[in-house]
């Protein structure tokens, strides 16, 4: 099982990225799927953005309505997050996750960093 993020960097306040992530080693339209953040100083993880099974329902987080927006392609195994006018606190590590329609199994990528400069 394998879930491999890409797209993080370094972008100034404003700016754009899109990360993505895609799974192996397992059924994807099994799983939802999310991306967390845990910014500088804060131990905790924080939800950031869910889609459902096959896109049609999606969450965020208040602080990233109507600037992140999470989508996913079946055939590819592959969810996208896209991040637009990006502030200095979306600073952070940003994971991906498959969680389990049904069931408790749930897979995490490695993290890639998000640094947006003031």
């Known amino acids: 099982v394998q879930l491999m993020e890409s797209g993080g960097g370094l972008v100034q306040t404003g700016g754009s990225l899109e990360l993505s992530c895609t799974a192996s080693?397992?059924?994807?339209?099994?799983?939802?799927m999310k991306w967390h953040r845990r910014t500088p100083g804060n131990p905790g993880l924080v939800q950031v953005a869910t889609i459902g099974i096959f896109g049609q329902t999606t969450i965020y987080a208040d602080s990233v309505k109507g600037r992140f927006f999470i989508s996913r392609d079946n055939a590819k195994n592959t969810v996208r997050l896209q991040m637009d006018n990006l502030q200095p606190e979306d600073t952070a590590v940003y994971y991906c996750n498959a969680q389990a329609r049904v069931g408790d199994n749930s897979y995490w990528g490695q993290g890639t960093q998000v640094t947006v400069s003031s």
């Open positions: 080693g397992f059924k994807f339209t099994d799983y939802v």
